[in-house]
């Protein structure tokens, strides 16, 4: 029950507005992390990211919960899940060859998508967070009319969208083995 709560909040909470939130209570008022900016260190670098990634996170992984958990009560009630059980197979050994591998596949696809969404989203909270990053480099090259900065950074989210579907092809394969890579 918790977990749904979680996840609709999740959902419905625009991710400028969950940064800000977090902003106000984890480093205005608690003080434990840093308001705005990457730091010199490598410790405040980490630092520096901990309440972007919990931002971007919290969206896409309310998503894959519910994705996740949709699909398992879907197949956990398939024949073949039956067919495993009265040919007397542990729980464990369905939990982990039936249910969970065949719930993966189509949110592998969703995390894809997710992941390529969270690039776009990079712009938005690398403003909150006064982060300097790819979605900075872009705002600022629009605003300043460089072209050839805006083609390069648009070119490297292709890239980098294009690496992120061949590794969920990979993954398909290792998931369902009648995916063949040709």
Known sequence: MIIRVLSLFGLSAPTFWVGLLLLSVFAVQLKWLPVAGWGDTLTEHIRGLILPGITQALG???VMIRNLRNNVIE??????VEFAKSKGLRNKVISSRHILRNAMIPTTT???LKIAYMLGG???????????GLGALLVNGINA?????VQGVV????VLVMLINLITDIIYSVLDPRVKLD
């Open 75 to 80: 197949i956990r009630d398939s024949d073949y």
């Open 110 to 112: 969703l995390l894809a």
């Open 145 to 149: 009319r460089d072209y050839a900065v």
């Open 122 to 132: 990079s712009v938005i909270i690398e403003s909150v967070f006064s982060l300097t």
């Open 60 to 62: 896409v992984s309310a």
């Open 155 to 158: 070119l490297t989210f292709v």
